[in-house]
């Protein structure tokens, strides 16, 4: 199974994630566990930090959307930062971007979810 490397940096009002890998069906229950277990209670802002993520399939993709529900459910938010090509394209085409915030870079993405 391809392990995805996974850090988190805890800012004021929000929490980054940054995810390295592949996102797929393999670490797929990883990646759940990581923001189970670096998420605040209740759900609060979060980035993540997808630069270093050259593939998403949509496993990676229902991750992130349960995720941004959760948070919206308890008046959080999640905000994408800086996404590669392919997973662009699988934004795009899902039409992921009406429902959670993508952003260019890591610091446009924070400046966001904290005016959020």
């Known amino acids: 199974m391809p392990r995805l490397r996974l850090a988190h940096q805890q800012l004021p009002g ?4 940054a995810v390295i890998g ?3 069906a393999a670490n797929r229950a990883q990646l759940e566990a990581y923001i189970a277990e670096v ?5 609060g802002r979060l980035v993540f930090d997808l630069s270093e993520v050259p593939f998403m399939d949509s ?3 229902h ?3 349960t ?3 959760n948070c919206l459910k308890d ?3 999640v905000h994408l930062a800086a996404v590669q090509h392919m997973p662009a394209r699988l934004f795009e085409l899902t039409g992921i971007m009406v429902h959670v915030p993508v952003h260019d870079t890591v610091e446009d993405a924070i400046t966001a979810a904290l005016a959020s």
């Open 14 to 17: 929000v929490t980054v994630i």
């Open 39 to 43: 998420q605040p209670a209740p759900p």
């Open 67 to 69: 995720c941004a529900t």
């Open 75 to 77: 008046g959080g938010a």
């Open 63 to 65: 991750v992130l959307l």
């Open 22 to 24: 592949e996102m797929d």
């Open 59 to 61: 496993s990676g993709l």
